[in-house]
């Protein structure tokens, strides 16, 4: 009966082992089933099933480039748009820009003057220098530091610079001439310049004068007075605290009488040959209200305000003392030209 009993409980093992392996079996058949459907029965797509790429594939389409400013072309300089100096301890320093004919900022080879000059028009410094593009460096506003534009400049000792008269600057003058021939001109009236003092100031004037002037001793001689016109000739002098410049004659006279009499011209003034009249300014060294004993001699200049320098057929007139009828001596002095 035990031996039974163990036989059947075997037989009842493999019986569930049995069963089991075909439902495996089965299971497999069916999923590969499945799987091959799958592969010959693709899916519509929809919203739900579609695959989504993994996450790094989802790029942003590329942004368009930064759209490139166009390359503006600037023409030949036609002006110069910028001539100043700056004084720097012992050197002052000039610069200058360019522009074409549509007031662009422009470079250019090319050859610089520099002329600086006086109130008297006196040159003080005078140089030439040939300029190429690349001399040319960006200049900016000190107090923004926007670019101004590209600007050639050069260094001047002062030591370089003769003294000159001026009431408060020199005066200078920049040409530039480009390889084709354009011929630019700039003027600049506040440079710095070093000045003469007042003493020698003076002293130069009047070595200047004695230099240029015009010799003429002419001698007349009305009542009891002989005036001589020694010389003539432009003079600098200061006035009101400016310097200008005046036509300067030299005038002596004698008491050829036998009584005292006054030195007192009335009337002096410059004629032109075309009616031009130029009076007498407020200074000068000439007594003309004088008391001359017999004999006794005056001496000094009169100036004459705004003689131009080209003028020509002056004629200096005056009236002095009375003749028997009471009329008035005229004296007349032509003074050449």
Not at 91 to 103: A, E, H, P
Not at 137 to 156: C, H, N, S
Not at 172 to 197: C, D, H, K, Q, W
């Amino acid at each position: 009966m035990e031996g039974t009993n163990a036989i059947f409980a075997i037989l009842m093992v493999a019986g569930i082992l049995l069963l089991a392996g075909c439902t495996s079996t089965q299971a497999d058949n069916n999923q590969q089933a499945v799987q091959q459907q799958s592969a010959v029965q693709p899916q519509a797509p929809n919203s739900n099933n579609m695959q989504q790429p993994p996450a790094q594939m989802q790029t942003s389409p590329p942004l368009p480039e930064e759209p490139t400013a166009p390359e503006i072309t600037v023409g030949a300089p036609d002006t110069v748009s910028k001539f100043t100096s700056a004084s720097e301890g012992e050197v002052t320093r000039f610069y200058f820009m360019l522009q074409d004919s549509d007031g662009r900022n422009t470079v250019s080879d090319g050859r610089a003057a520099l002329r600086i000059y006086d109130d008297t028009n006196e040159t003080l410094y005078y140089k030439e220098v040939e300029v190429k593009s690349s001399d040319f460096v960006p200049y900016k506003f000190p107090l923004t530091g926007q670019k101004m534009g590209d600007a050639y400049e050069w260094r001047i000792k002062d030591s370089d610079i003769k003294k000159g008269i001026a009431t408060y600057w020199g005066s200078a003058e920049l040409t530039f001439t480009t390889p084709s021939g354009n011929r630019m001109i700039a003027e600049s009236t506040t440079v710095s310049i070093p000045t003469y003092t007042d003493e020698e100031l003076e002293q130069k004037s009047e070595q200047d004068y004695q230099v240029r002037a015009f010799q003429l001793n002419q001698k007349m001689q009305k009542g009891s007075f002989e005036v001589t016109v020694i010389k003539y000739g432009f003079f600098n002098a200061t006035s009101f605290g400016k310097i200008a410049q005046y036509l300067r004659v030299d005038i002596s006279t004698v008491n050829t009488g036998s009584e005292t009499e006054y030195f007192s011209p009335n009337s002096m003034s410059l004629l032109g040959p075309n009616g031009q009249q130029y009076d007498t300014a407020y200074i000068g060294t000439l007594d003309t209200y004088k008391s001359l004993y017999p004999g006794s001699y005056a001496q000094g200049y009169v100036l004459f305000e705004e003689v131009p320098t080209d003028a020509i057929g002056l004629k200096l007139v005056f009236e002095l003392g009375y003749d028997a009828d009471y009329d008035k001596y005229v004296f007349e002095y032509p003074l050449g030209g």
